[in-house]
């Protein structure tokens, strides 16, 4: 694998730079803070300070922070006013600067784009060289804000319309409407129900969706041939210890886990079983996976023990459609064979350097998008969170991961 610089994160990482800030306010926070000593208010405080036009959808104590300013994010959420799930970059947001190559703000619901590398990638100029000095994530997904188009208690919805070039020089006219909701007791009790799962009045839950609509506004239909967009969304999460990934995927021939994103990662901290991987927590050490269309289930998660918290993402799946853009930097012999489902841990990227935080990622992609003029793609990712009473969170692992709490906190 190719040297980059410093900051800059290798094919694949959703998180990409950070900013060390001379700042003495009180308000600064570490990077390696966790959920134990992030508060959701302390967020809220923070967030509203930088950006006033901040989005807050409520329901109880259930809450959820949308940010304008960077693309409709998601920034955290919480289910009791009190823990707040989402990692959030406050030295960059603090510093007030737009960084090259990208500006990793955090949040738990991000809109991106693929492919990121090879000859249809959105995030290389035409003639450029495949590394990190050359790649740009481009403005519109990265430092450039959604208009807010409408909003009541529990929904925001955002709009953007930009041009994009890929490597090959194809254009794009894109479109994009995004709707974020809060959900309520019965919507979230809908999604559980195809595992069976059921709601306990001794769990605290919030579950935040995000509805991504692709929209093709130019006169020329987006073809395989010249390159096609997918849609991208990407969750960070506040990292601890003990916390794991788990990651189940279907029973069946070829790999199921794709550990190649950067270099193959230890059993110390990766264990793929018959039908479920998982994934150290920990932002100790930088690794990422990904799960093809053959192999994937649309759900993943993640818990961790000190906190009682259990994560659940799900998200929009064909089964039909295995067209999925590969984002590999380099030319390609198959740009659309790609990964639906990824998780990443973060990490130095040498021993001795710094990193961006204490995260973790869960990411899901919509398939690649061939749309005529006027043509529309949907992709849905939905996050939940559940925190309290471990033997119902153990139901709800079961019924949802394939996999007992005790399997998970085992697994290493």
């Known amino acids: 694998m190719k040297k980059v610089s410093l900051w800059v994160v290798l094919p694949f990482l959703a998180g990409a ?5 001379t700042s003495s306010s009180e308000e600064k926070a570490s990077p ?39 693309q409709g994010r998601i920034m ?34 991000r809109f991106w784009l693929g492919p990121e590398g090879g000859q249809f990638a959105i995030y290389f100029k035409p003639g450029a060289k495949f590394t990190g000095d050359d790649w740009q994530t481009p403005a519109a997904i990265d430092s450039e804000p959604f208009v807010l188009a409408s909003k009541d208690e529990r929904s925001a919805r955002f709009t953007k319309a930009f041009e994009l070039m890929n490597y090959s020089g194809t254009k794009f006219s894109v479109g994009v409407e995004r709707e974020v909701r809060l959900l309520g007791a019965e919507q979230i009790s809908q999604i559980l129900g195809a595992t ?3 709601l306990n009045d001794s769990l ?19 073809t395989k041939e010249k390159g096609l967009l997918s849609v991208w969304i990407l969750g960070m999460f506040n990292a601890s210890p003990e916390a794991t990934i788990v990651v189940p995927f279907q029973i069946g021939n070829g790999q199921a886990i794709n550990d190649s994103y950067f270099g193959k990662i230890p059993a110390s901290r990766l264990v793929v079983n018959d039908s479920v991987a998982f994934f150290k927590a920990d932002a100790n050490a930088r690794g990422k996976i990904g799960v093809p269309p053959a192999r994937v289930k649309n759900r993943l998660g993640s818990y961790d023990p000190g906190s009682q918290t259990l994560t659940l993402v799900t998200f929009t799946f064909d089964p039909s459609n295995r067209d999925y853009v590969n984002s590999a930097w380099e030319i390609q012999k198959e740009p659309y064979v790609g990964d639906v489902a990824n ?5 130095p990227m040498k021993p001795g350097q710094p990193q961006m935080g204490k995260f973790y990622e869960l990411e899901s992609s919509s398939p690649a998008a061939a749309l005529a003029p006027g043509g529309r793609l949907t992709h849905t990712h939905t996050t939940l969170h559940f925190q309290g009473d471990e033997p119902q969170l153990d139901k709800m692992a079961r019924q949802w991961l394939g996999v007992s709490l005790a399997e998970i906190v085992n697994a290493f």
């Open 32 to 70: 390696t803070d966790t959920t134990q000593t992030r508060m959701f208010a302390s967020d809220a405080a923070f967030l509203q300070q930088y950006h006033p036009d901040l989005v807050t959808l409520q329901d109880g104590k259930s809450q959820v922070l949308i940010c304008p300013a960077y």
């Open 196 to 198: 069976g799962a059921s």
């Open 76 to 109: 955290t959420s919480t289910a009791d006013g009190e823990t707040s799930y989402g990692w959030i970059n406050r030295e960059l947001i603090q510093s007030g600067k737009v960084l090259p190559h990208m500006n990793a703000f955090g949040g738990e619901d």
């Open 204 to 222: 605290k839950i919030v579950g935040v969706e995000s509805d991504n609509t692709l929209i093709n506004t130019g006169k020329e239909p987006w």
């Open 343 to 347: 998780a990443y841990n973060d990490g």
């Open 17 to 21: 730079l950070s900013c060390q800030s």
